[in-house]
């Protein structure tokens, strides 16, 4: 059915020009994926030492909490940043798609209760030395 | 309802690009800028946000199959380009605002006023039709003129076509004709002629195009890819590598934190 490089022409591309488009991503995604990759990193270590129940690791365990915070906030505001209008960012929470990895991770990861309670008292002064 | 879209018999075109202005004149799109490519007559050279019809012009160093012609070893090829309107749409699959709907016949439309340019869909269409507009933010491409049909109209580039090569219709009606058309074309002598696109069976990448082509020439020529596949088809080992990346960092912070222990 459809011809192979050993039929008709001496014809390969189109003017060598590229099939698929440029992504329009600016700097802000890939900085987010590392600024999100140690957040995560950070609350995952600030778990595992908070289940051991050691007291020794309760510095730890906050310090691994204020970077996850922080890093939500910062990848938030990167995220958003790099949209074409970042005005309607909240359309991006109003539905959930499985086969959209980006709708999956923006929807849980904006969404999730365990963290913005966190985030503000993290980000308050007053409760900076809480273990919230 | 009934599935409607296009089919592109490129034999038929003549490369007089009426069907781009029609295009933008009903959908009043703005220019792309009166650039030369400086590669052929084609100085539109791609789809994009404000172009949603593009007239691909190949010269080729071969003749047609069952013509020969005062030039010799020489034929023009023209294709009228198009959102290809997949049964299984790779930007829709990926738009995370539902900004991307698919309509009641059965084509694959963008809501303007949800879509909140995130780029996504542009790196997931396997074609690469569907691009960002710098001005407005926001993801644009062909609607097979939805407008139009809700009016029982034909999409204004099928309208303005002169030599019918843009067919716009019944879905099944389509293939129908289309599958005459290779036919008669073969008896012509024109054998290189196929269908691209036409039924999943053919593409199952993208499930089938709504909007399907008659070719005489490897997909690669007219920028075509030869196996599109909607790029969520593979999204299970996406998921299965971020679970297992997920695990691998939790033993790490396991670890990490039992070699502090005495």
């Known amino acids: 059915m459809i011809p192979t490089d050993s039929d008709t022409t001496a014809l390969a591309t189109y003017y060598d020009r590229p099939i698929l488009k440029q992504p329009v991503w600016i700097w802000t995604v890939p900085a987010y994926f590392y600024v999100g990759g140690v957040a ?3 609350l995952v270590l600030g778990a595992v030492a908070q289940l051991t129940g050691d007291s020794e690791l309760r510095r730890l365990v906050r310090t691994c909490r204020s970077i996850g915070a922080a890093g939500h906030v910062i990848g938030s505001a990167l995220l958003i940043y790099d949209l074409g209008r970042p005005s309607r960012f909240f359309n991006m929470l109003r539905v959930f798609n499985v086969k959209s990895p980006l ?3 923006s929807v849980r990861g904006f969404w999730q209760p365990e963290v913005w309670p966190r985030v503000s008292l993290r980000l308050l002064p007053s409760g900076s030395g809480s273990d919230a | 309802m009934k599935q409607r879209g296009f089919f592109t018999d490129t034999t038929l075109c003549i490369g007089c690009k ?5 295009c933008k004149e009903w959908n ?9 490519t400086g590669m052929s007559y084609d100085n539109t050279a791609e789809l994009g946000a404000s172009t949603w019809r593009h007239v691909a012009f190949i010269e080729r160093p071969v003749p047609l199959g069952g013509q020969e012609t005062g030039l010799g070893n020489f034929s023009w090829l023209f294709m009228s380009d198009v959102c290809k309107h997949c049964a299984r749409a790779g930007c829709l699959e990926s738009c995370p605002t539902g900004a991307i709907v698919r309509t009641e016949f059965d084509s694959v439309f963008v809501q303007p006023d949800v879509c909140n340019g995130c780029g996504y869909c542009v790196v997931s269409c396997p074609f690469g039709v569907i ?3 710098v001005d407005d933010g926001v993801a644009w491409k062909c609607t097979l003129c939805y407008d139009r049909q809700k009016d029982d109209l034909e999409p204004a580039c099928a309208k303005a076509c002169p030599t019918d090569s843009i067919k716009f219709g019944d879905l099944l009606e389509l293939r129908l004709i289309a ?3 290779v036919q008669d074309l073969h008896a012509r002598g024109v054998n290189e002629a196929y269908l691209y696109g036409a039924d999943p069976a053919s593409q199952p990448g993208t499930q089938g195009l709504n909007a399907f082509f008659l070719l005489v020439d490897k997909p690669e020529v007219y920028n075509l890819p030869r196996d599109p596949v909607a790029p969520a088809s593979r999204s ?3 998921w299965s590598s971020l679970a297992m990346a997920g695990l691998g960092m939790v033993v790490a912070a396991i670890g990490a934190v039992w070699s502090t222990r005495r």
């Open chain 1, 103 to 105: 709708s999956s991770v």
């Open chain 2, 28 to 36: 009043q799109l703005p220019d792309d800028g009166f650039h030369f």
């Open chain 2, 18 to 22: 009426a069907c781009e202005v029609a």
């Open chain 2, 179 to 181: 599958e005459q058309r």
């Open chain 1, 40 to 42: 995560g990193a950070a």
């Open chain 2, 131 to 133: 691009d960002r507009r």
């Open chain 2, 236 to 238: 299970e080992t996406g």
